[in-house]
């Protein structure tokens, strides 16, 4: 299957794969998993703790999926169970997407997520698509502006605001040919993450538009 077999929605690169299957939030309404939900500056304050809190003696199952064992190299800030603890998170799950998709290089993502997230399977279908064919990203396909964490109303659980750009960048064959271009362009998402024991994990990740 090519590159492009597995590109998904809202546009090119790493834009338009994150949010497949996932829920597109606007200004208004009440999400439903399909139909607009409402924006993130509507979220209440975060209720998470300010500093970490020891793991449990279960982390590989929750409410909604399994989770692998988290990276060993996945750096001690986002190990906490704090608000800045999920933004480091986030940080580190978009910098193993680009390092996924510009190396390329397959497995990146999957300890970092819940069995249950289509965003972060689709990411991951792109990824071993990429080294499966031989091709890359010419650079990182996504940069970051802003990562705040949203509360969501459950202390163990937070949305991460997401704010950036999709760089213009080129997928190359093996042979350093162009087989595709993309285009620059801002990016919002909505990422959220559960707390499962030992970590944070990737539940779903979605699109905020208007």
Known sequence: ????????????????????????????????????????VTVAVTQLPTTSSPPSSDPSVSATGTAMPLPVDLPVAAREHSAAGAE??????????NHAWSEPRAGL?????????????????????LVANGQRYDGNPISLTVVTAM???VPTDVSVDVQGKQEARRVLNPEGQ???S???????????????????RVVETKVVVG
């Open 182 to 200: 993309d285009t620059a362009k801002q990016i919002h998402f909505q990422i959220d993450l559960q707390w499962i024991g030992d970590g944070w």
């Open 88 to 97: 480091a998170f986030v940080r580190f799950f978009f910098a193993q997407a």
């Open 109 to 129: 993502l999957p300890p970092l997520c819940l069995s249950s997230s289509k965003g972060c399977s689709s990411l991951e279908a792109t990824a071993t698509s």
């Open 1 to 40: 299957m090519g590159v492009a077999g597995v590109r998904l929605i809202v546009g090119a690169a790493m834009a338009g794969v994150v949010l497949v299957g996932c829920t597109t939030n606007g200004s208004s309404g009440q999400s439903t998993g399909t139909s607009a939900s409402t924006s993130l």
């Open 151 to 153: 509360g969501t109303g």
């Open 178 to 180: 162009v087989v595709r």
